[in-house]
């Protein structure tokens, strides 16, 4: 199966600043999915990443907010933009892993102060 | 929003008891799957059910999967203080294309005290 390699690990952010969360698979593929979980919650998909066009958005999530780079099949970048304490969660990226399920990157954690 | 519901949302147990976590889910599925996560990191593929299948076993591993009544369970037999972690359930409804990503419920917290 894949593996990803998800970077930082956890950063304290000013509010008002913005961070972006890179994650390098692999191996290529053609999706990549982007997960938030907020505190004490459950994974909330925010967008998924096709290499060559646009992120496609979850209810609720903007790409003003949350832009998403897909340069090639085995890296994408999320910012998470003019943040807030509310941002504050886990980010985990994910790859499908053919009928095995999916792989995920090992998360970041940010606080947003 | 979230697909569905787990049962019990937190479970302690003491170690070689077995830990039943149960899911009902509220869509149709292409499959169903359980994860784990310890101490809020990445998420770990345990096992994956699909919508034809009724039971399935890996390791210490037993799902089930009732289409009729939307609902999954995960039995871990013979715990130990390691599987103390976060189980959630995913459903996957996917049919190819732009449709596939997972939708999850909202985990149970297990405990396995020494």
């Known amino acids: 199966s894949a593996v990803i390699s998800q970077k930082p690990s956890r950063d304290i952010c000013q509010r008002g600043t913005s961070l972006t969360i890179q994650c390098q698979v692999d191996?290529?593929?053609?999706?990549m999915f982007w997960y938030r979980q907020q505190p004490g919650q459950s994974l909330t998909l925010i967008a998924t990443a096709n290499q060559g066009s646009e992120a496609t958005y979850e209810s609720g999530f903007v790409i003003d907010k949350f832009p998403i780079s897909r340069p090639n099949l085995t890296f994408s970048t999320l910012t998470v933009s003019n943040m807030s304490p509310e941002d504050s969660s886990i980010y985990l990226c994910?790859?499908?892993?053919?009928?095995?399920?999916?792989?995920f990157g090992s998360g970041t954690r940010l606080t947003v102060v | 929003s979230q697909q569905g519901e787990e049962d019990p949302q937190a479970l302690s147990i003491q170690e070689g008891e077995n830990a039943t976590m149960n899911c009902s889910y509220k869509t149709s599925i292409n499959n169903l799957q359980w994860y784990r996560q310890n101490s809020g990191r990445g998420l770990v593929h345990l096992i994956l059910i699909r919508s034809n299948e009724r039971e399935k076993h890996s390791g210490r591993l037993r799902v089930t999967l009732d289409t009729s009544k939307k609902s999954s369970s995960l039995l871990i037999t013979a715990s130990r203080a390691a599987d103390t972690a976060s189980y959630f359930c995913?459903?996957?409804?996917?049919?190819?294309?732009?449709?596939?990503?997972?939708?999850f419920g909202k985990g149970t917290l297990l405990t396995v005290n020494p």
């Open positions: 994910s790859v499908r892993t053919g009928g095995r399920g999916y792989t």
């Open positions: 995913a459903t996957d409804g996917g049919s190819g294309g732009s449709n596939y990503k997972l939708t």
């Open positions: 191996s290529q593929v053609t999706m």
